[in-house]
């Protein structure tokens, strides 16, 4: 009986590129180690989303690791909750901004993502009726700055968004603000 060979790190990171359609460069790092390798591809397969476990994986899972000076062995987050967590972020229940504060309480405490969402409270709105009405208040509450946007000055778009961004506290689903937004200006 022949026994087969483990694959090598070159293979490896060929087989990255090939099958998870990542750079080279992020397959060189991915396979850096065979514990990282793991790593990856068990939140890749889990989540069906190997680019974005690339990303996070290496950014934030990395940079938490280095500055505590770990391995990736040691790692609190596990990988089905980071595969998890991607998940939630394609389902649009939270958002990429929501999901950095996500990432650091799980790097810090090993929870999976829905028990922090569920603490936290952190669910983002997709209410459009009551998005309608935050939006409504926000252009009611800035009638000089809706006035210099329909003259021309389009740069307050990103001020509306904002203020309604700061009165959803940060949950409201960013590309529904930006139809709404661009509906209700022009409408109002």
Do not use: H
Request: with cysteine.
């Amino acid at each position: 009986m022949k026994k087969s060979l483990p694959e090598l790190p070159l293979e490896k990171r060929e087989r990255f590129v090939r099958d998870y359609q990542i750079p080279p460069y992020d397959a060189g790092v991915l396979t850096s180690s065979r514990a990282l390798a793991d790593y990856f591809e068990e939140v890749a397969r889990l989540s069906g989303k190997p680019k974005i476990a690339s990303n996070w994986v290496m950014g934030d899972v990395l940079r938490f690791l280095n500055e505590d000076k770990r391995d990736i062995k040691e790692c609190p987050i596990l990988p089905r909750s980071l595969a998890e967590m991607i998940l939630i972020i394609e389902a649009g229940t939270i958002s990429g901004k929501m999901a950095k504060d996500i990432i650091v309480e799980m790097y810090r405490t090993g929870k999976p993502p829905k028990t922090i969402i569920e603490e936290k409270g952190m669910v983002q709105i997709t209410d459009e009726a009551a998005l309608e009405k935050t939006i409504a208040g926000v252009i009611a509450a800035n009638p000089t700055q809706l006035e210099q946007y329909r003259a021309g000055k389009e740069k307050l778009f990103g001020y509306f968004v904002g203020q309604v961004m700061k009165a959803t506290e940060g949950k409201a689903n960013p590309q529904l603000i930006n139809e709404l937004l661009k509906k209700m200006l022009k409408d109002s």
